[in-house]
């Protein structure tokens, strides 16, 4: 079976083509970071127009560079929530048109499902069940994934998530948007020790995160010296040790008391080099196994909407032709494909 797939839930437009046997052909992406940038932030308006744009270029680049015609399809995938709703209804519409014009099945994918396929596209993938750490601009869980579409949330943050603390950190230190990338590069250049910021929650039991605090400290750690090139790469290392040692606590706790033996970590923050590091040792060291997708893979983009929609289309879903979706859609709603 061979599907194409559209993402468009945020800021990027994207499009690939996965084949179950030869695996991915092809993935197209167009960043409209640039578009937004002088704004601070994504403008949803904007998103959706640039999406409209671009959309249907990236099909015809994707099935080119796949050497795939329609006729090879056996499926069309895309991002129907969470997102921005009029973001996600440009790529809703082009694939729903697609998929009526060319005759193939039409399915709406879960992002947050995209996200946590992800590492599926390496090799070696995870087996399931196993536990996934998810931590992207709007989401941080811990979850135990058991089968597709089968996610048990252990814990997830009770405020910001860790993108949006990288990316209002970021902000504070006067970096351009995104942050969160930026953020790191500084960080390397920071010394250790010299900015200690709170790690909130990480004395409590349990599986949950809060991130909200970090901000009025980086805003204070910012004010209170002259804030000079080797300060801000203080503070930014800093920040970025704050984070990642939350998420690695929070996750080896929950990996200890679990058993999974298997670690995913899906969306943005995992393309985090030090993040990276620090998992990838300390599940060695308990003779256990961590995924990450390639950095590409772990911000948004088509491939993961493709594998999701590959694995659900392959076990007979098929979703009515509805044009519905959903700005707000939690991950426990979702349900294995019908046997
Ligand atoms: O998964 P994603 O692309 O979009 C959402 O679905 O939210 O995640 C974007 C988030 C942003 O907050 C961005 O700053 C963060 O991931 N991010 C990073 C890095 N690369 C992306 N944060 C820390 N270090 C990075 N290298
Ligand atoms: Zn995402």
Not at 129 to 151: K, N, W
Not at 156 to 173: H, I, P, Q, V, Y
Not at 284 to 309: L, S
Request: hydrophobic share 45%; charged share 20%; aromatic share 4%.
């Amino acid at each position: 079976m061979r599907v194409l797939a559209i993402e468009s839930s945020c800021d990027e437009s994207a499009v690939a083509v996965l084949d179950g046997q030869r695996g991915l052909l092809a993935h197209e992406l167009w960043s409209q970071v640039e578009l937004h940038r002088i704004y601070g932030g994504v403008v949803p308006e904007l998103a959706s127009r640039d999406h409209v744009q671009r959309l249907l270029p990236l099909v015809h680049a994707a099935l080119a560079a796949a050497d795939t015609s329609p006729a090879d399809l056996q499926g069309i995938a895309y991002t129907a929530g969470p997102g921005l709703v009029g973001a996600l209804l440009c790529g809703a519409a082009l694939a729903r048109s697609l998929a009526y014009g060319w005759r193939l099945p039409a399915i709406g994918i879960h992002h947050l499902e995209g996200h946590l396929l992800a590492p599926l596209l390496e090799s070696p993938a995870p087996d399931l069940p196993h536990l996934a750490l998810l931590v992207s601009g709007g989401h941080t869980m811990l979850i135990e994934a058991m089968g597709l579409g089968d996610y048990r949330l252990l814990g997830e943050t009770r405020d910001d998530a860790a993108g949006e603390a990288f990316d209002k950190s970021a902000k504070l230190l006067g970096l351009p948007y995104p942050g969160g990338p930026q953020l790191a590069a500084l960080a390397a250049e920071g010394r250790p020790g010299r900015c200690e910021l709170p790690r909130p929650m990480l004395d409590r039991p349990g599986y949950e995160f809060s991130f909200s605090g970090l901000k009025t400290a980086v805003a204070l750690a910012a004010r209170s010296q002259p804030l000079d090139a080797q300060r801000r790469a203080d503070i930014a290392r800093g920040v970025q040790e704050a984070i990642v040692d939350t998420l690695c606590v929070k996750a080896l706790r929950a990996i200890d008391d679990t058993g999974h033996r298997q670690l995913v970590v899906a969306g943005g923050v995992g393309a985090n080099r030090e993040l990276r590091v620090r998992l990838t040792a300390a599940l060695a060291a308990r003779g256990g196994q961590v995924f990450f997708p390639r950095p590409e893979f772990c911000t948004d983009n088509a491939a993961m909407i493709a594998v999701a929609g590959l694995l659900r289309l392959q076990a007979g879903e098929r979703n009515a032709a509805g044009l519905g979706v959903r700005a707000r859609w939690p991950l426990a709603e979702l349900r294995p494909p019908p046997q």
